[in-house]
């Protein structure tokens, strides 16, 4: 569907806002390589956006976001801080609402600045809710670096961590892991297995890549694993409370100081917040009556790895959020070839904003 | 007139053909072997429209025929929201086959979704890429492994001949229709414990009746009466 005039001048009207900030304007290409995107969700992006095959350049992609264009862009400047808003089309497949749209105009505004990142977290936010001052909206806040520091410091192996890391954004599996990791059982069959002194004995013929050394490895790893003790039930119990969290940004920072008492690897994590809330106060966030979600940002958004916020129309539930944000450090690590720049950021949309006028 | 699609050769027009003369509907090809008319004895105003079963979802889905035969893997495939666009009538039972994920069985440390989640993270940072997973039904698979969580593979497309994209070492594992699991077995393969991604059977659909006249709703209730669905 064609872009109303409103639309636009509404978008017009937020990146104007986001340029007076001190951000600088930029622009996107509408087809991006589709390698960066592939190889950051794998699969899950060819349900969610547009890909098409260019005879010279290869896959291709109508692009879904801005985020990752504004990063590379950002990540060849060597500018520190720098500022970034842009107004244009991102493009998304909807696979079971047809009535959402599946092009529509976002407004952004990007802060790369690592002096500070509980200020560009507050930054950002206010900024966001300055687009929408007056707009019948609630925000949903949430921290994916708690959860991250919390298994980062359970008292277990660096395998089980890295696997439930690599699940943070998967809720099934990594429940499924947690499950696993705490009941330090294996199945007979697996035990057998395990136990075997040639596990290989009853394997079928060799085919494929993965060679047998590899499967070898692995076994060698499941054995490690089934000799670690399983994670603690209390620690197990922790997780739990931090992902069941919902409520005022005051009362769960409080209830986090309580489980860092049991769990002081999420201290730094738990300070970051404190100091966020406060930068927020600072920009006049009334962060007495702010939500706060342990587990919000775990799904949908897999490159947000720290703070993670939405706002949503208040009587409009089944409405997709008018805007969204959040840290992105990592995805800055892994386009950056190994620099990497902490980064935070948030869109609007100016078509549903509209809407609530 | 209401048109009821069904394949358009083999054992499953056979066997549908059969369904519906135990019900006391008789379907036919009329004219030659070769041509795809078919002729409806037992009850008026239905037509029958010959046609490959991988074209029946989408053909009910634009309402260019209102019931159809085909196979409820085709079905979830090809249509996004499938339940929203037609509606199952009935199970033939017949045409019975399982859409699977099988691995080889030479990776005797993998028996269950989590364990190929496992080998899939060891694969993509010793190989530099996803564990490939061959199958034509892209929907189907991309689905269940999103909502079960395995991540680090990636889907290549395999229109045939898919139990023998490992040897090739075009895939790593496959995604794939059985029935007896004997061409994988042959094939150095086996099906993963949870790995059953959906139970396929010949299925009797209708379309959305939305710009059906009142004349074709009344011949589905009746066509429905005599077979009993």
Redesign the interface.
Known sequence: MPTSPETLKEARRLRDLFAAKGAQVIKADVLQPADTL?DLY???I??RAYLTSDPLRGEMVLRPDFTVPVVQMHMQTHADPARYTYAGKVFRKQ??D?TRANEYVQVGYEVFDGQNPAAADAEVFAAIAEGLAGLPVRAATGDIGVLMAAVRGLRTTDARKA?LL??IW?????R??MK?FGSGKVTP??EA?LAADD??A?????????S?N??A???AA?RADAAADPIAAEEIALIDAILGLRETAPNVLSALRDIAVDMPAIGDAVAGMDARLDAMADKGVDVGSLEFEGSYGRTSLEYYDGFVFGFYAKDRPEQPPVATGGRYDALTAHLGQGRAVPAVGGVIRPDLALGLR | MLKLGVPSKGRLMEKTFDWFGARGIGLRKSGSDREYAGAVDGIDGVELVLLSAGEIPRELAAGNIHLGVTGSDLVREKL??WDMRVAELAPMGFGGADLIIAV??????V?TL?DL???A???RR??GF??RIATKY??LV??F???????????VDSQGATEGT??N?T??AIADITSTGETLRA??L?ILDDGLIHASQATLFRGRRHNWTDAQRAKLKALQMVLGV
Do not use: C, S
């Open positions: 592939l794998g699969e899950d060819r349900a696979e079971t047809e696997a690599r699940h998967r809720p099934v599996r990594f499924a892991l696993r069959a697996r297995l596990p290989f009853q394997a079928g013929p060799d085919i494929g890549l993965r047998r590899e499967v490895d692995r076994i499941l | 996004a929201n080889p069985q030479a990776w005797v440390d028996t989590d989640d496992a080998a993270a060891a694969f010793t190989h996803r564990l892209h929907r991309r689905d492994l999103r909502d079960q969580g395995v991540a680090d593979y990636q889907l490992v040897k070492e895939a790593e094939n150095g086996k």
